[in-house]
C-alpha cells in the first residue's frame, strides 16, 4: 500500500520547487529577481562604439578635412584685408580656376602680421598637370613631406616690395584626381613705415611654428 503524502505537504513541496524554476532565457535567478537589470549589466560591459571624428572642416567623401587647432579661427575664403592675394593657391602662374576650401588663421592677425594655414583645391585638368610644379617664386629646393598619410611635394615661396612681403611653405598633391594645395602663409609689412610705428601681434618666428604644428591638423576622410 502506497500512503500518499498530505495535501498540504505536497503543496509546500511545489511551492519550493518553483522559487527556483530557471528563467525564460535559462539562466537560474532567484525568485523576485529583475531580468531587465541583468540585460542591462551585459549592455554596460559591452564595448562602445566608436564614434566618428568630428573636424573644424570637412569636404564631402573623399576629400580633405581639418581638425581645430587652438589659437586658430576657421574661415572658408581666402579674403582678408591684410592679404591681397585671394586665389585658391599662391603665386598661380597657369591662371587655373579652383576653390579655396578653409583657412586657418592665427589669433591677432593683422596687417602688420599675419599668419594662416589655407587650404584650396581644383578639378581643372591643366592644374591637376601642373600642380606639383613650383612657380618662379620659388626660394629653396623642393623635397617631398607626408600630410595626413599623403606625399605632398614641398617647397618655399616669397616675395616682397612696397615694404609688403609674403612668404609660404607650400605643399602640392594630386589626390583623387584633383590638386591640392595647402599654404602656410605669413605675410605683412615692415612695422616702421607707420607712424608712428605698429607692434607686430607676434614674431614671424612664432608665426612659423605655430603654422607648422597646425599642418598636423590636415585629415583625409575617404
Not at 578635412?65 to 603665386?91: C, I, N, Q
Not at 591677432?108 to 583645391?121: F, I, Q
Not at 608665426?207 to 585629415?219: I, P, S, T
Amino acid at each position: 500500500m502506497h500512503i500518499l503524502p498530505s495535501r498540504p505537504l505536497l503543496l509546500a513541496a511545489l511551492l519550493a520547487t518553483a522559487g527556483c524554476s530557471p528563467s525564460p532565457e535559462g539562466a537560474p535567478q532567484p525568485s523576485g529577481a529583475d531580468p531587465g537589470a541583468a540585460k542591462a549589466a551585459v549592455a554596460a560591459d559591452a564595448p562602445a562604439t566608436p564614434e566618428a571624428p568630428t573636424f573644424a572642416f570637412s569636404e564631402t567623401p573623399p576629400g580633405i578635412a581639418l581638425a581645430a587647432v587652438p589659437g586658430m579661427e576657421l574661415r572658408r575664403d581666402f579674403t582678408r584685408s591684410y592679404l591681397a592675394l585671394d586665389g585658391w593657391k599662391l603665386f598661380d602662374a597657369s591662371g587655373s580656376t579652383g576653390s579655396p576650401l578653409a583657412a586657418l588663421v592665427m589669433d591677432g592677425s593683422n596687417e602688420v602680421t599675419a599668419a594662416e594655414l589655407r587650404v584650396g583645391r581644383s578639378d581643372e585638368a591643366g592644374a591637376v598637370a601642373d600642380c606639383l610644379t613650383p612657380p618662379a617664386e620659388a626660394t629653396g629646393p623642393v623635397d617631398t613631406v607626408d600630410v595626413g598619410g599623403v606625399s605632398f611635394t614641398h617647397f618655399p615661396v616669397g616675395d616682397a616690395a612696397m615694404s609688403h612681403y609674403v612668404s609660404a611653405d607650400s605643399y602640392r598633391a594630386v589626390q583623387h584626381g584633383r590638386c591640392y594645395a595647402i599654404d602656410l602663409v605669413v605675410a605683412g609689412t615692415r612695422p616702421e613705415v607707420y607712424d608712428p610705428p605698429r607692434e607686430p601681434p607676434f614674431s614671424n618666428e612664432d608665426a612659423r611654428e605655430k603654422l607648422a604644428g597646425a599642418l598636423k591638423a590636415v585629415r583625409w576622410v575617404e
